[in-house]
């Protein structure tokens, strides 16, 4: 569950997504815009939309407006885990690594960033951003941070 953006509490249900707003309780589904009915994880951007990991992509809501984002070609990207950076980027675990989109183009960060067991489908355990551009990622084998200033 999360609070967000959006004036309320949003949970990732087997059949969609309920919201509750302080008094009502909403159901939303593939039916309203969202890209699947299965969604595998939440967060909220600094500008108060919310973007929910679906397999084979994500959807991200405004509060208005449903956007889908369907993964390019084969790379085979996951949704378990997702991030939202302070300057808006998704952040979300991928086969090679951990990926980062800034809404124009994608960037793998993998061992050749320093990430540690970056190379097994569901090794990406959690991603989190911490303050100055740092990103910790949690692994099956232990944590490592990427540190984006030069």
Not at 69 to 90: C, F, K, Q, R, T
Not at 125 to 141: E, F, H, N, Q, Y
Request: proline content about 3%.
């Amino acid at each position: 569950m999360i609070s967000d953006g959006i004036e309320g509490h949003t949970v990732p249900m087997g059949g969609g997504l309920s919201h509750f707003d302080g008094s009502t309780w909403s159901t939303y589904t593939s039916d309203n815009g969202l890209s699947s009915d299965l969604v595998d994880s939440m967060a909220v951007a600094p500008d108060g939309s919310v973007w929910f990991g679906i397999s084979g992509g994500f959807t991200k809501y405004d509060g208005r407006v449903w956007t889908n984002y369907v993964h390019p070609g084969d790379l085979n990207y996951g949704s378990e885990m997702i991030a939202i950076g302070h300057d808006g980027s998704l952040w979300y675990n991928a086969k090679d690594g951990v990926a980062r989109y800034d809404g124009q183009r994608i960037v793998i960060y993998s061992d050749n960033s320093g990430l540690i067991n970056y190379n097994c489908y569901g090794c990406i355990r959690s991603i989190a951003i911490a303050p100055k551009d740092t990103v910790w990622i949690g692994t099956a084998d232990g944590a490592s941070v990427l540190s984006l200033t030069p």
